[in-house]
């Protein structure tokens, strides 16, 4: 998936990553989960976006990320921060070295930051201009993006994230929406016989959230991806 190539750089392309099979009998509530993603999808996307050997790095240093890394072959690392510096090591202490030194493959984050509140632009562009002086020529950056329901007048999340990582310098991937409930094989509300009478799925007074959304950006462009792989 992260291999496709497009003739449209400026249209990315879009993977839904669908409940896994032995999973859609229950939700998927997983004290393991990645912001809401479950291990194995995790483990996917680290070994499609990364090669053997390749340094990943969480900006929550999360331990299912660090085990999925060791168990495929690449090495975990460990952020640090010092004011607005953010530090990577590789976890092997002979090795240990600033990031700019060697570089992320693979940086994983979840937005909103829990320190920073609500998603604002200019924000958010800053985090991701110091996410992109951690990675190596050809990293990529994978942002989870929780489903976020829109009042009038409001510009969707995932619209912030892109735009902010374009002002950061970094290149819209690929966009990947990932199920987080088995759906049903029939809605009756897509039935016009049923649709007026049927009341939907709510908690609290709220739509179920059914999907998340995980975003991919590179700190290069596909052409030159591609010229290096």
Request: overall charge neutral; hydrophobic content about 40%.
């Amino acid at each position: 998936m992260p291999q496709t190539h497009s003739h449209h750089p400026e249209r990315p392309p879009v993977g839904l990553f669908l409940v896994p099979a032995h999973r859609r009998a229950a939700p998927l509530v997983d004290p393991a989960a990645w912001h809401g993603l479950d291990p194995q999808r995790l483990a996917w996307l680290i070994r499609h976006y990364t090669r053997d050997g390749a340094l990943v790095a969480d900006l929550d240093n999360h331990p299912t990320v660090s085990k999925a890394a060791r168990y495929l072959h690449r090495h975990s690392g460990t952020i640090t921060t010092d004011g607005d510096d953010l530090r990577v090591t590789d976890g092997r202490p002979v090795r240990a070295r600033r990031v700019a030194e060697d570089g992320v493959a693979l940086l994983l984050a979840g937005l909103p930051r829990p320190d920073r509140g609500d998603l604002g632009l200019r924000d958010t562009a800053a985090a991701m201009h110091r996410w992109h002086r951690l990675l190596r020529p050809g990293g990529f950056v994978l942002v989870a993006l929780p489903t976020h329901g829109l009042e009038s007048g409001q510009i969707s999340r995932r619209s912030i994230v892109i735009s902010a990582a374009r002002i950061a310098g970094l290149n819209y991937h690929q966009h990947i929406p990932v199920l987080v409930l088995p759906l049903p094989a029939h809605d009756l509300r897509t039935d016009a016989a049923t649709a007026a009478s049927t009341v939907p799925a709510l908690l609290h007074g709220q739509h179920l959230r059914t999907h998340m959304d995980v975003l991919a950006f590179t700190a290069t462009t596909l052409d030159q991806e591609d010229t290096d792989a």
